[in-house]
């Protein structure tokens, strides 16, 4: 896959892109040490949570393999392994609303990702809303 390097997109101190800046997707680099933090569970699956770097909103989660995670790093693009179509998929490539990564963080326990993304289109969610988190418990 050739992915245009340097993205221009920029994250400022409030963490949002300028709005001339194109959408490109930027590689990111983790050492062979970073990745060896990573916990995958017993089915080789990690969580990772999907958040928009300008809002922080969280827009979707997903999970990865360790191919999904470097597809992700090295892309500059989401990428998930899909459990139920057992197959990889990238945010995006369908609907258009694609996903933009700009960091990768793994938690104190290497057992959960975090994401943070610049997201294009509409939304994260499959049913079109903007967040997959947009239904609650309880009354409003």
């Not at 916990?39 to 999970?63: C, I, K, N, P, S």
Request: glycine content about 10%.
């Amino acid at each position: 896959m050739s992915v245009p390097a340097g993205g221009a997109a920029t994250r400022g101190t409030a963490g949002a892109r300028s709005v001339e800046a194109p959408l490109q997707a930027t590689a990111i680099d983790a050492s062979p040490d970073q990745l060896a933090e990573v916990r995958f569970g017993a089915d080789g699956l990690v969580v990772a949570v999907v958040q928009e770097v300008a809002t922080r909103e969280v827009l979707m989660v997903g999970y990865m393999d360790a191919e999904a995670l470097h597809r992700t790093l090295s892309s500059g693009r989401t990428w998930f392994w899909s459990r139920s179509r057992r197959d990889y998929w990238c945010k995006g490539e369908t609907s258009g609303d694609r996903q933009w990564v700009r960091s990768v963080s793994y938690d104190c326990d290497g057992d959960a990702l975090l994401v943070e993304v610049v997201q294009e289109g509409r939304g994260a969610c499959h049913t079109g809303e903007r967040t997959c988190f947009h239904r609650s418990f309880g009354t409003s």
